[in-house]
């Protein structure tokens, strides 16, 4: 494993680093009795037994059992004493001055240790500054609780413009942040930098794009000739930023944390040639994208069939402009099986076209969706 100097953490973390988010952790309402943790466990302890020296976990994942299953997990053989715990609060839950106390309390809790390494902020952005950080004294309780030794450093993960980043960091309160970086996305990159020239540990989130890199084909893979699996282009693509110090990947299985070390271990920063013909492809495919759907959903109200337009276009765009058939039919699968892609899909299109009449690109939604319904729902795409 290669590892690099976490800002002034005075830490050196492995280039690849343990997200817990996708732990095989069952669904406690769907299951009879104790939720089994020990797959989840021992899927941790590989990780860390070939070099990964970072876990990150959070509060409400895996059904607020990932923080139970790493504390399991930095129990065994004194993994504790070695790998850096990471662990976030949600600011969204904090109501009043003593919440931060009190969830930090039930965090030590359930991951059974006396202390965290790196706590985070989860998911804010700049108007948290002037929002619950101000109004409930976050900054003054995690430095009593620093002074407590009950967490060593304040990090902050982020989901805001990167315009949005400076302010954090400029705050001086935070040792490290945790960010969007991948292959499709890149908006960071400038303010990783930024983080990194004052002194922050930098971390990237989603280094395969939230699944959409996961699978062995796309126009990424084909750019460079075929020389590497998309998966494998993508870590090395994260890598290859001379500011970013860890990859954080969500692994849920043996073989995705084999893969990933086996690239983190030995990969060598993708060449500048190689870095040019991946932007000029993302480029292309960012203009063609346009050229299907902005993902605004403006159309979606209108619909009388409920159909999810702005899903059932992503998926084409995927399927099409990409090549990430896989993932494309993953995605479209979603729609109307998950809590959090709701609608129906293309084949209940009826054809009104009141979709089409709110459009501000003037798209063929109409044409869109059947040709959506060819690939994904008729077989043609197979």
Known sequence: MRYKDFGKTGFKISVLGFGSMRLPIPDPAASEGEVDLEPAVDLLCQAF????????????YCHALSEVAVGRALKRNNWREKVRLSTKIPLGQVKEVDDFRRILEHQLQKLDTDYIDFYHLHGIG??????????????????????????????FSFHDKPEAMKPLIDTGEFASVLCQYNLLDTANADAISYA??????????????GGRLA???GVFQDALGGTMTTPELAMRFVLSHPDLDCALSGMGTAAMVNDNIRVAESAAPLSKAELDALAQIREKCRKL??????????????CPCEINIPVALEALIYYKVYQF?????NRYQQIGSSPWTTGKTAGHC????KCESKCPQNLPIRKYLREAKEI???GKGI
């Open 49 to 60: 037994e070939k070099g990964v020296n970072y876990v990150d976990t959070a509060y409400m």
């Open 126 to 155: 700049e108007s948290a500054l002037a929002g619950p950080i101000r109004e409930f004294k976050i900054f003054e309780s995690a430095a009593k609780a620093r002074d407590e030794g009950l967490i060593k450093h304040l990090s």
């Open 196 to 209: 990194a020239s004052k002194g922050l540990g930098t971390v990237a989130m989603g280094p395969v794009g």
């Open 215 to 217: 699978f062995s084909e």
């Open 289 to 302: 994208s346009d050229l299907y759907c902005t993902g605004c959903g403006y159309c979606r109200p209108e």
């Open 325 to 329: 058939r896989q993932h494309a039919f």
């Open 350 to 353: 009826v054809e009104c076209g």
């Open 376 to 378: 994904f729902e008729d």
